[in-house]
């Protein structure tokens, strides 16, 4: 009779420290998809005489300069921050897995090619890179996705080109080669899936350095413009207000420090299992 195996890397006790970075993350989730249901205000309008009010039982956070209610444009602003990072992360993801295909398939010329370009690439940090990026592009959420992505896609294509070189080279795809198997047949049912396999896990830690670097451009003015509700730009705003009201700027940082943390720790413990480790 034959016995199912249970994956080792899966059977593990989950730690109170993954719990609650779960549990963080789905009120993000929360806060991006239904705002409403966390609060009634209003992220744009102003409200002059409720400015810079302290964290009370009305406004739980505190108001901002211009009368805003801060936990609102918290609650608002996660749309932006965590969107705009998971919309930077799929276009590294695609990119630098398609470029890693093609390089570990085709090798010789190609593969010297995109090696080199990966290499360019790499040679600027990425926060670096996305901002000298939309410094060409100029600033917006368009451009901030596009720089932030083109930043990362060299993680990809390395893991996905390696990946590749290892399949390629295995026992069974000699094999299907030898049956005459058709080779875009054999990419697609056989190559592909193990040559990505590393990349969710991948993505998600790379989805908490997207974050700080939205939210680190989006401070320097090169992201969402005001009176949008984004997290790096309502630290920007904030910044000159913490003598007298430290709350506007205090509660997107503590907003952005827990999101990346509750991000990486998922991202670890995915990694981990997936290789069978303890976390």
Known sequence: ?????????WRRRVSLGFVLAALAL???ILAVAFPALLTHYDPIIADPINAQLSPSAQHWLGTDQLGRDVFTRIIYGSRYSLLI?????TVAVTIGTLLGLAAGLFKGPLDELIGRAVDVISAFPDLLLALMLIAFTGPGTTNLIFALGVASIPHFTRVVRAQTFVVMS????EQ???????RHVLVWRHVLPHAVAHVPAL????LGTAIIGTAGLSFLGMGPQPPTAEW???LAEG???LRNAWWIAVWPGVAITLTVISVNTLGRYWQAAFEGKQP
Not at 176 to 182: E, M, R, S, V, Y
Request: charged share 10%; hydrophobic share 50%.
């Open 176 to 182: 299907a080669k030898t049956f005459g198997l058709k």
């Open 232 to 234: 790096g730009l309502m």
């Open 1 to 9: 009779m034959s016995q199912i195996v249970a994956y080792p890397g």
């Open 170 to 173: 295995s026992g069974y795809v």
């Open 26 to 28: 789905f009120l993000v």
């Open 239 to 241: 910044r000159n207000y």
């Open 85 to 89: 990072s998971l919309a930077a992360m």
């Open 203 to 206: 993505a998600t830690l790379g």
